[in-house]
């Protein structure tokens, strides 16, 4: 039924290593949304997904990240070399299609996922 | 580029009262929209309540409703009849029209509220 899943819920590793953090977003929804929480702070934008193609990566903070969408549905958020300021709880969201909405003030509603809480020691 | 402000890390409320959650953005779009969002100890973002700019109508959802004053650039959420389950993480956001913005959001700091029995 489900809603917006990610996996793991917590993810801890050490200084430099590689780690991938995965979004399993509401079946259909086309468009996906990556977001970064610090501790104490809200949701900051990464990446938007519209199907397989990264329509807006600009939010990725360097090319430590990177993240996929290979069928259009399910992505991968994958951080190399970690360091500890990227401690942080990671949410994934999702919604219909943003394309073909006919009237100007449409939108479709982002619905998100409980996030991974990543700890880099 | 957007920001949005939330100027009360922390907030409290009796049970069955009323609380008053602010926010003011700072934007030079005409068209936007505006959200405020509950985050649970479960981290699940949840939408309480949204805003579109050309409204002059304040949006209500339940014992939630907003005072939006566009030109003062403010967006403060009232909860009425305050209950134990209301206990959460606040976030203001803003989300512009432009189909360039792929409808990314772009969120306060938040304020956590504290419900008393």
């Known amino acids: 039924g489900a809603g917006v899943s990610q996996t793991p819920s917590n993810k801890v590793t050490e200084k430099g290593k590689y780690v991938e953090l995965r979004c399993d977003p509401i079946?259909?929804?086309?468009?996906l949304y990556w977001y970064r929480q610090s501790l104490g702070q809200g949701p900051e934008f990464l990446i938007y997904f519209q199907g397989t193609g990264a329509a807006d990566d600009s939010g990725l903070p360097n090319d430590r990240f990177f993240a996929v969408r290979p069928e259009g549905s399910v992505s991968t958020l994958k951080i190399q070399r970690t360091e500890r300021g990227d401690s942080a709880v990671y949410l994934c969201?999702?919604?219909?299609?943003?394309?073909?909405?006919?009237?100007?003030?449409?939108?479709?509603?982002?619905?998100f996922g409980p996030g991974t809480r990543l700890t880099v020691l | 580029a957007q920001t949005v402000t939330q100027s009360q890390p922390e907030m409290s409320v009796q049970e069955a009262e009323t609380v008053t959650l602010s926010c003011t953005y700072d934007?030079?779009?005409?068209?936007?929209?505006l959200f405020w969002y509950k985050q649970p100890p479960s981290r699940q973002m949840i939408l309480v309540i949204r805003?579109?700019?050309?409204?002059?109508q304040n949006a209500t959802e339940n014992r939630f409703s907003v005072n939006f004053q566009k030109a003062a650039k403010s967006f403060s959420l009232k909860i009425s009849d305050s209950q134990l389950g209301d206990a959460a993480m606040y976030f203001c956001a803003y989300r512009t029209l432009g189909r360039t913005s792929y409808g990314k959001l772009t969120f306060g700091q938040g304020t956590i509220l504290t419900v008393h029995p």
């Open positions: 934007t030079s779009e005409s068209d936007y929209y």
């Open positions: 969201a999702s919604s219909s299609s943003n394309r073909g909405l006919r009237e100007r003030w449409s939108y479709n509603e982002q619905f």
């Open positions: 805003q579109e700019a050309y409204k002059q």
């Open positions: 079946s259909g929804h086309t468009a």
